[in-house]
């Protein structure tokens, strides 16, 4: 079986990186970037994830085009999921406060 | 032929083994596809009484055969039985089963475990949603909403919530080994353009079943988790949106009507074929928009939401996306009318339960264009004309290629052959009823009947009358099959390999198959649909 | 499928299943309905995440409150918690490939008091929660919230939705980090009976898959639930 084994120095670097990026995101939160705090956490943990599929899922090295084509589709039908959703918060207007209604009497029923 | 004796039984899948383990401890795809039928026929009979007593009900304007409350369930239950644990499951589950390994020259499905397990999986949900009838059922409507199912509603909820998601779960591992097994079982020289439409129907089906299912299970999993840890999310005095639960809800239960119709457009792809003696006219159209079905299907979720409180920017986006979604529908249906074109025409059961489908697919489909227009939508959302639409496609459409496909396998699978004539009347009357149920219902709903009503206005009592006569009719129309097919299974006409002269790899093993399908691996070398090739069956068998 | 030596050479491996042509074909497979499987669980949180993405945008106030009265340092810990055991995981695989049972067996067992020791942390994380008293229901309050950020315009009533999605998705992700040790209880024992080697690691390969996922989900639970808004408030 055509296998690729991978290097322990390789996977061991790996590790280091994902535990840096880890620390850097946790110290980053505290520095106001205004609106770019999220922006940094997702991309970081974006970036962190690419390493895990790519290397310790072995993405990098598969023959397999279905594994990457299984992997993109999942994430475009997700991102469908939200973007269609949003389409609809998105554009309802009115402050985004005036959403929580005044508290009516609601029993719990259980 | 002989007529007297009965022939020494071949080994085949049947015979080879018997006792109750080696049915429930099988691996092999065809015996599960039996569990499958078994199973799913106890549900449509469950489902089915549900609808008598709504129709029953609804024979007359006063609420007077059951309490309101007692309603809300009758309807609520019989749509979640009828959609999880008959329609998702019935091609898929029996005919997918049965065939798709028949059809790609493999032995099994790639996880034959895995294929007991979903049903094992089927069988728990369907004891859990069993016993769930029994201690009260559930009335929030087969589509759960918030908040009412979440902190109103005083019937068994969690308990019919739990058993869906396990429902839910049989069928992503059904499409999960549907897709492993067309990706990498086929035989040599079966390529992608070489697979029976039948197969494409069951790849776009799995694909939607993979990516659709999970989400309307977490859905109902926070719907449990809600009702029973009292969240929030979902309600709107702590600022949770009900709709967040439709958008999660339909983003599943919209492509799940494409999970129930599109393998019966496979099934009515192999009988117009092989009952007009012609190749399928543009093989790569329909496979092409079997796949379009799938993903465009996703798109359309919110044309259930126009009138929930969606603004009006997305409802406009919704609705185009929603036309959109009828033309690979429309092109399916132009190529079976062109193969049935200068065809040479055999009205078998099997062609009947077909041609029956094309016509009210078809009327289904239409009758859907007219929802997606907003302007339409506003006055007929939530009336009979939505009720109509969708029994067009599901009973019209999806029930009767169901039963066209049991009636065309049937030799396959049972090694026998149905009383044609009595296939025949049984396809004719569940025509006749199902119109007689249907259309009149099409005629409320635009004049204004609201559906999930346990009273209505005297006015609309006269169509009320003719739907019930209906439904007694399609009633017998769905016993009669049940009662000679089960004859033939004892006092049938042994059946030949390939009655039909069918094309396919299926057709080239016994009837009934062995229980390794093949003795020797098929090599494929002809294009599918290779009926130029074949000669057509003698007259006797057809009849 | 005749008389190739592949063919002779599979017709002994005791691990091809009869209606596989050869092992080759199997593995593909196994792997193949494994990322397939994985595509399902992307969908399946991502509702869950729909829903916070939503409920983010109408209630940031509230969510960048809850997200400081959760413990940043125990949640950085069990991120790196996760990623170690990601690489143990890893060089698990690579073990197995090469035949290396004792090293495959530690490597397991590691692997396996990570994920414990993960679960420990977050047991601790939830415990904390129920002691302030926020957990939703009957007995959920957010007055010491709102007592500590005047800062942030907090609401006590959608405040209870930030924790119910902190316990949905951490809850969820817990309860696929317990199927996973479940997972790896089998290879693990398996491992010990020397089932794994060059010639056959399939399940050792796709269990790595699935533990790799759950690793994934936790690397964006991590930065959605923690690190909404830590920057100092003035």
């Known amino acids: ?110 | 032929m002989a007529t007297v004796a009965v022939p020494v039984e071949r080994d085949n899948y049947i015979n080879h083994e018997y006792g109750m383990r080696s049915w429930l401890l099988t691996t092999d795809h065809k015996r599960i596809a039996l569990l499958y039928l078994a199973s799913i026929t106890f549900f449509f009979f469950i489902g089915g009484f549900f609808a008598l007593l709504i129709r029953l009900e609804l024979l007359t304007p006063a609420g007077d055969l059951v309490l309101s409350d007692t309603y809300n369930k009758l309807f609520s239950m019989h749509g979640q039985v009828m959609i999880f644990f008959f329609l998702v499951p019935s091609i898929p589950a029996v005919l997918g089963n049965f065939l798709v390994p028949l059809m790609v020259g493999a032995k099994d499905l790639a996880f034959p475990r895995i294929n007991l397990l979903s049903w094992y999986l089927y069988i728990i949900a369907g004891a859990i949603y069993l016993h769930c009838i029994i201690v009260g059922g559930v009335d929030t409507g087969w589509t759960f909403y918030t908040p009412f199912s979440t902190a109103f509603s005083n019937t068994k909820v969690i308990e019919a919530g739990i058993a869906i998601f396990i429902a839910g779960f049989s069928s992503i591992l059904t499409g999960l080994n549907f897709v492993v097994t067309i990706h990498r079982m086929r035989a040599p020289g079966l390529t992608w353009s070489r697979l029976p439409l039948f197969i494409w129907a069951h790849y776009a089906t799995s694909i939607i079943m993979l990516l659709g299912t999970p989400v309307l299970a977490i859905t109902l999993l926070l719907v449990v988790f809600e009702r029973a840890f009292n969240l929030g999310i979902f309600d709107p005095t702590r600022g949770g949106d009900p709709l967040l639960f439709q958008h999660l809800f339909w983003f599943y239960s919209h492509p799940a009507v494409y999970i129930m119709i599109l393998p019966s457009m496979g099934v009515i792809t192999e009988i117009v074929a092989c009952f007009s003696r012609k190749r399928i006219f543009g093989y790569s159209f329909v496979a092409a928009s079997s796949i379009g079905i799938a993903v465009l299907g996703f798109l359309v979720w919110a044309h259930h939401m126009f009138v929930a409180g969606i603004s009006l920017y997305s409802a406009l986006i919704f609705s185009i996306l929603s036309y959109l979604v009828a033309v690979p529908s429309a092109i399916k249906v132009f190529n079976w009318t062109a193969t049935m074109y200068k065809g040479s025409i055999t009205f078998s059961t099997p062609m009947l339960y077909a041609m029956g489908f094309i016509g009210l697919f078809t009327m289904g489909g239409l009758t859907g264009l007219f929802l997606a227009c907003l302007g339409i939508d506003v006055h007929v959302t939530d009336t009979y004309f939505v009720v109509a639409h969708f029994h067009y496609i599901m009973v019209g459409g999806a029930v009767m290629g169901y039963l066209g496909g049991i009636h065309f396998w049937w030799p396959k699978i049972s090694g026998r052959l149905y009383p044609e004539i009595w296939g025949k009347i049984a396809a004719v009357t569940v025509f006749l009823g199902f119109n007689l149920t249907f259309f009149p219902q099409f005629i409320l709903g635009y004049l204004g009947m609201p559906r999930r009503y346990w009273q209505y206005p005297p006015e609309f009592q006269v169509l009320n009358v003719f739907s019930t006569a209906g439904s007694t009719i399609l009633a017998v129309g769905y016993v009669l099959p049940m009662v000679y097919l089960i004859w033939s299974l004892r006092y049938g006409k042994p059946a030949p390999d390939n009655p039909w002269a069918a094309a396919g790899l299926e057709w080239t093993t016994q009837s009934p198959p062995t229980t390794f399908n093949f003795d020797e691996t098929p090599v494929v070398t002809q294009e599918a649909y290779d009926y130029e090739h074949i000669p057509a069956p003698p007259l006797e068998v057809a009849l | 499928m005749s008389d190739s030596p592949a063919a002779l050479e599979t017709a002994h491996n005791p691990q091809l299943r009869h209606h596989f042509s050869d092992m080759e074909q199997q593995t593909q497979a196994s792997t193949f309905g494994m990322w397939l499987f994985l595509a399902t669980e992307i969908m399946f949180f991502g509702g869950m995440f729909l829903a916070y993405l939503v409920y983010r945008y109408w209630y940031y106030d509230e969510f960048a409150a809850g997200s400081r009265s959760i413990d940043i340092w125990l949640g950085t810990i069990n991120t790196a918690v996760l990623i170690c055991s990601s690489l143990t995981v890893a060089l698990g695989v690579k073990a197995a490939q090469l035949g290396k049972q004792k090293l495959l067996v530690f490597l397991l067992s590691l692997t396996m008091l990570f994920g414990l020791a993960f679960l420990a942390i977050k047991g601790l994380e939830w415990y904390d929660k129920y002691e302030e008293h926020h957990v939703p229901g009957y007995s959920f309050s957010a007055a010491d919230l709102i007592e500590k950020y005047p800062q942030l315009h907090i609401d006590p009533r959608p405040e209870q939705i930030y924790f119910s999605l902190y316990f949905a998705m951490t809850g969820l992700h817990a309860l696929h980090m317990i199927v996973g040790l479940g997972i790896f209880s089998f290879l693990l024992y398996k491992a010990i009976r020397g089932t794994y080697g060059p010639d056959y690691h399939t399940p050792v390969e796709i269990g790595g898959l699935y533990w790799h996922f759950v690793d994934i989900v936790w690397i964006y639970l991590f930065p959605l639930l923690y690190l909404i808004d830590r920057k100092p408030l003035r």
């Open chain 1, 1 to 110: 079986m055509s296998e690729h084994v991978v290097s322990n120095k390789l996977y061991v670097g790996i590790w280091a990186s994902l535990m840096v990026l880890t620390v850097v995101t946790a110290s980053v939160a505290f520095i106001d970037l205004g609106p770019f705090n999220t922006v940094v956490a997702l991309v970081i943990a974006t970036l962190k994830a690419l390493l895990v599929v790519l290397f310790f899922m072995h993405v990098k090295y598969t023959s397999e085009k279905m594994t990457k084509a299984v992997i993109v589709a999942a994430i475009f039908w997700l991102l469908l999921l939200m973007v269609l959703s949003l389409a609809d918060y998105g554009t309802r207007g009115g402050r985004v406060s005036a959403q929580v209604r005044a508290p009516a009497v609601m029993r719990f029923v259980g």
